[in-house]
């Protein structure tokens, strides 16, 4: 069995990886940033609202997490995003199927 593996050498010139570009003198740098629409918000919200018209949750409730989703969205840059969703999922769990589809959106 061999080695698994990528490798790639340059000589001079510019190599490309991906959406990577690196020419003479640059510095590759390859970050994963996460952001939120404002349109995933608003269904976002929009489904907050409905579980809670429906009684399925309580105003004070539904504040709470709209308070901390804001302190969420106030993050410049929102570094930690996703793991920042996946803790509202699990203290927020009357509103576990809105906060999937938000998480699915920042993640995809």
Do not use: C
Not at 29 to 48: C, G, K, P, W
Not at 76 to 92: D, I, R
Request: glycine fraction near 8%.
């Amino acid at each position: 069995m061999s080695k698994s593996g990528i490798n790639i050498n340059v000589s001079g010139g510019a190599a490309v990886l991906g959406n990577i570009s690196q020419g003479d003198g640059n510095h590759l740098d390859n970050n994963q940033t996460s952001h939120i629409d404002s349109v995933e918000m608003q269904q976002f919200y929009r489904a907050l609202e409905s579980l809670v018209a429906d009684n399925q949750a309580q105003q004070a409730d539904y504040l709470a997490l709209r308070a901390d989703m804001q302190q969420l969205l106030k993050q410049s840059p929102p570094e930690g995003t996703a793991e920042a969703l996946k803790v509202l999922y699990e203290k927020y769990a009357w509103a576990a199927t809105p906060l999937k589809a938000l998480l699915g959106a920042v993640l995809a």
